[in-house]
């Protein structure tokens, strides 16, 4: 099963590698990985995608927890959260195809972002599945380029993951 | 982090570094110098405290380093330049790793304008010995060392112990700053539970209580947590069998009649037969490694219910599934255990749990560890237990290297009290024997030490002879030499079609003038009846290294033995 795991850790060098080393050296699998400083700037937040059995996902909390730089981890899957990615997409916009283009940003609840003559660049945020959608739902070989962040996430209301 | 003492002096990084390992009380700093930590030399040099023990590879260093720290109850030190003196110091390291013991490591760095410039001697430290500390550093400021190096002995000694690396730049060792040196630290991201839950501990008494056939298998935590009296109390209290891990060999008294033998691969049959077959089961500080349950499939069982006693929670539910965790020292644990055990009115059912040593006597009534007693060459086995009854009343320590006379100094040496068994159980390091008999040896310089050894293991680190003759170590070797890897050799008869691929030692050196060469005492014993007055003579000779070279039966091999993957109830017996 998909879960979504967000930890807080201590903002120093060589954390980041101690996570990555981590989940290789025990064959865990990661589907996605971001991070960058919170408010607190001696901490940093890393929100982890990966997959496994309940067996897998409480020994990859348990394997995180005993990293000494890591200050606490929480399961997001747990319970209800937000989860958002952001995109960038360059695509292929010429002639009628530039209007098309707009009203498919827009379906998406897309902005463009840059534009030359011949193309666009897209910035699409949402769950990796609303933008697999928006590329799927896209003509075959207008797509240039793409860049996509990664899941982070947040607890809804009340659940706050903080020291 | 908390300053709560120090000095106002202006202090280079070098001395800083010496006087956090005084403040620790560093007796024994292992190590070997190098043009990174030569300020940090300099300054062994002017002083008197801390005593430095030149070793002759680094890895040996801090194998020495973690078998002062497994035989006494504090932190092992060490000291390796940067580059190769760290790469040479990482199998040490990575043993201290597996078997959880505290070691501190100082490792000299390339100056920090130098490093990422692929300078001289230097490497990465902290990324290459990352997967096998606990935790590791790089001090870039000499003003961070000295608060770095209290937290080095604390993560290295507390909650579950581990290696701890620090890597500091030889121009940190060159800088000076005002030095003061916590007295504490604290960690927000540290805190490793001690008191376990009480409401589990009852929840784990009474399922103990109702226990038809129970079973207590303790490991290396119930030594390195200091609870073999809490342990005793418990299992006497309940009546229960008792078994050891390797690791956890004298954690209970061999002797006692509650001890089953130690179980897993080569443990006793009656050991891996109680533990197949219990109901209930109560781990302690022991974490179900593969070569103690097998394969964790045939181990399953619906109705077995298990208690898992372990500092570290990732150990719990890692290989099987555990019906009641509980998370602290295993001495808290086990002493709040036996507070509500006596507090209570109930017992075990007497019945149940004769009946439940009826049928271990009949498993014990196999003899599994027999061997030809009769034998016109040495039999292995033989020396050790010749080596245990003229030993046994003697401050005794037995280190080991890794393979065959590993297991059978586990099986027929009996150890009655903790810390005394020394060996690498977790990573299985061949070499590690001598340095770790030195180790020992400096730890309680008026005890007897005894390194059992085979002639493959010995050699992987034998050199360390000539730190033994500096500093006038009389530890006592014992060679089982069957020219052969022996457990090498038993695998490959076993799973390899007897085809002996690279496991036959050719070319081996005369170790009797080898030993002398190096100023020691050397003996080659080939017939039995010599292995007694042998081993007398050798424990006679308080002040020298004797080295016993047993030309032992080449053909023997460890039983009982569980083949890899298996169950423990199915055993491969003599």
């Known amino acids: 099963m998909r879960h979504i795991i967000s930890l807080l850790m201590?903002?120093?060098?060589?954390?980041?590698?101690?996570?990555?080393?981590?989940?290789?050296?025990?064959?865990?699998?990661?589907?996605?990985?971001?991070?960058?400083?919170?408010?607190?700037?001696?901490?940093?937040?890393?929100?982890?995608v990966t997959s496994g059995s309940d067996d897998v996902i409480e020994q990859i909390t348990k394997q995180l927890n005993k990293l000494v730089d890591i200050v606490k981890v929480v399961d997001l899957?747990?319970?209800?959260?937000?989860?958002?990615?952001?995109?960038?997409?360059?695509?292929?916009?010429?002639?009628?195809?530039?209007?098309?283009?707009?009203?498919?940003?827009?379906?998406?609840?897309?902005?463009?972002?840059?534009?030359?003559?011949?193309?666009?660049?897209?910035?699409?945020?949402?769950?990796?599945s609303k933008l697999d959608a928006f590329l799927g739902a896209l003509e075959q070989g207008v797509i240039l380029e793409t860049v996509r962040t990664g899941a982070s996430g947040i607890g809804r209301g009340e659940r706050i993951l903080k020291v | 982090m908390e300053l709560t003492a120090g000095v106002t002096t202006e202090l280079s990084g070098a001395e800083i570094t010496m006087r956090c390992l005084q403040a620790e009380g560093v007796e024994f700093l292992f190590g070997y110098p190098g043009g990174a930590v030569l300020p940090l030399y300099d300054e062994i040099f002017k002083q008197e405290k801390v005593k430095h023990i030149l070793v002759r590879h680094e890895q040996a260093a801090v194998h020495a380093a973690d078998a002062y720290a497994r035989s006494t109850e504090k932190v092992g030190a060490v000291l390796v330049t940067s580059g190769p003196g760290v790469t040479n110091a990482v199998t040490g390291i990575a043993t201290a790793y597996m078997d959880s013991i505290p070691v501190v490591i100082i490792?000299?760095?390339?100056?920090?304008?130098?490093?990422?410039?692929?300078?001289?001697?230097?490497?990465?430290?902290?990324?290459?010995?990352?997967?096998?500390?606990?935790?590791?550093?790089?001090?870039?400021d000499v003003k961070d060392l000295a608060v770095t190096m209290k937290k080095a002995f604390y993560l290295a000694a507390t909650g579950r112990p581990g290696p701890v690396l620090v890597d500091i730049p030889k121009d940190v060792q060159t800088a000076k700053t005002n030095f003061f040196y916590p007295q504490s630290v604290s960690m927000r991201s540290y805190n490793p539970v001690v008191k376990g839950h009480s409401g589990q501990i009852r929840k784990a008494l009474q399922l103990l209580l109702?226990?038809?056939?129970?079973?207590?298998?303790?490991?290396?935590?119930?030594?390195?947590?200091?609870?073999?009296?809490?342990l005793l109390h418990l299992v006497h209290a309940l009546g229960f069998p008792c078994t050891n891990t390797l690791m956890g060999l004298g954690g209970y008294p061999a002797t006692d009649p509650q001890f089953v033998g130690m179980l897993g691969m080569h443990g006793t049959f009656e050991a891996n037969m109680a533990m197949q077959n219990c109901d209930v089961l109560l781990a302690i500080g022991a974490r179900?490694?593969?070569?103690?349950?097998?394969?964790?499939?045939?181990?399953?069982?619906?109705?077995?219910?298990?208690?898992?006693?372990?500092?570290?929670?990732?150990?719990?539910?890692?290989?099987?599934?555990?019906?009641?965790?509980?998370?602290?020292?295993?001495?808290?644990?086990?002493?709040?255990?036996?507070?509500?055990?006596?507090?209570?009115?109930?017992?075990?059912?007497?019945?149940?749990?004769?009946?439940?040593?009826?049928?271990?006597?009949?498993?014990?009534?196999?003899?599994?560890?027999?061997?030809?007693?009769?034998?016109?060459?040495?039999?292995?086995?033989?020396?050790?237990?010749?080596?245990?009854?003229?030993?046994?009343?003697?401050?005794?320590?037995?280190?080991?290297?890794?393979?065959?006379?590993?297991?059978?100094?586990?099986?027929?040496?009996?150890?009655?009290?903790?810390?005394?068994?020394?060996?690498?159980?977790?990573?299985?390091?061949?070499?590690?024997?001598?340095p770790y008999a030195l180790g020992v040896q400096l730890a309680h310089p008026d005890a007897t030490v005894a390194c059992v050894t085979g002639e493959a293991s010995i050699q992987m680190c034998i050199q360390e002879l000539s730190t033994a003759k500096q500093y006038r170590l009389p530890v006592k070797i014992v060679n089982l030499n069957n020219r052969y890897m022996g457990m090498v050799r038993q695998w490959q008869e076993f799973f390899h079609g007897n085809r002996y691929a690279e496991s036959y030692m050719d070319a081996l050196p005369d170790f009797v003038k080898l030993t002398e060469s190096y100023g020691h005492v050397g003996m080659r014993i080939d017939k039995p009846e010599d292995v007694e007055p042998a081993l007398r003579e050798a424990f006679s000779r308080k002040n020298d290294l004797v080295f016993m070279d047993f030309i032992t039966d080449q053909t023997e091999n460890v039983f009982p033995m569980v083949p890899g993957g298996k169950g423990l109830s199915e055993m491969i017996l003599v």
């Not at chain 2, 990324?127 to 790089?138: E, S």
């Not at chain 2, 056939?213 to 809490?230: K, Q, W």
């Not at chain 2, 372990?310 to 599934?321: A, G, L, M, Q």
């Not at chain 2, 030993?391 to 903790?418: C, E, I, L, R």
Request: net charge neutral.
């Open chain 1, 10 to 48: 201590e903002n120093e060098p060589g954390a980041l590698s101690r996570v990555a080393g981590l989940f290789s050296a025990r064959g865990y699998n990661i589907e996605s990985l971001t991070v960058a400083p919170t408010e607190d700037p001696s901490l940093s937040r890393m929100t982890v």
């Open chain 2, 210 to 230: 109702e226990a038809k056939r129970p079973m207590i298998y303790t490991g290396g935590g119930v030594v390195l947590g200091n609870a073999a009296a809490e």
């Open chain 2, 288 to 434: 179900f490694d593969d070569r103690v349950i097998g394969n964790p499939k045939h181990f399953f069982q619906e109705d077995r219910k298990i208690i898992h006693v372990d500092i570290d929670p990732s150990s719990i539910s890692k290989r099987v599934r555990v019906d009641v965790p509980i998370v602290g020292d295993v001495r808290e644990v086990l002493q709040e255990m036996n507070r509500q055990l006596a507090a209570g009115k109930e017992r075990p059912d007497p019945v149940a749990v004769k009946t439940w040593w009826d049928q271990i006597g009949v498993w014990k009534g196999r003899d599994c560890l027999k061997y030809d007693r009769n034998s016109k060459i040495i039999k292995p086995q033989s020396v050790v237990e010749k080596l245990y009854e003229l030993t046994k009343d003697m401050d005794m320590y037995v280190t080991s290297d890794v393979g065959q006379h590993q297991m059978w100094a586990a099986q027929f040496y009996k150890f009655n009290k903790p810390r005394r068994w020394i060996n690498s159980g977790g990573l299985g390091t061949m070499g590690v024997g001598l």
């Open chain 2, 107 to 140: 490792s000299g760095q390339v100056p920090t304008h130098a490093i990422g410039q692929d300078a001289f001697q230097e490497v990465d430290a902290v990324g290459v010995t990352r997967p096998c500390v606990k935790h590791n550093f790089l001090v870039k």
């Open chain 1, 77 to 128: 899957s747990g319970g209800d959260h937000i989860e958002r990615e952001l995109m960038l997409v360059k695509v292929r916009a010429s002639g009628k195809d530039r209007e098309e283009m707009k009203r498919m940003a827009d379906i998406f609840r897309g902005r463009i972002v840059d534009v030359t003559d011949k193309a666009y660049t897209i910035e699409l945020t949402g769950t990796g």
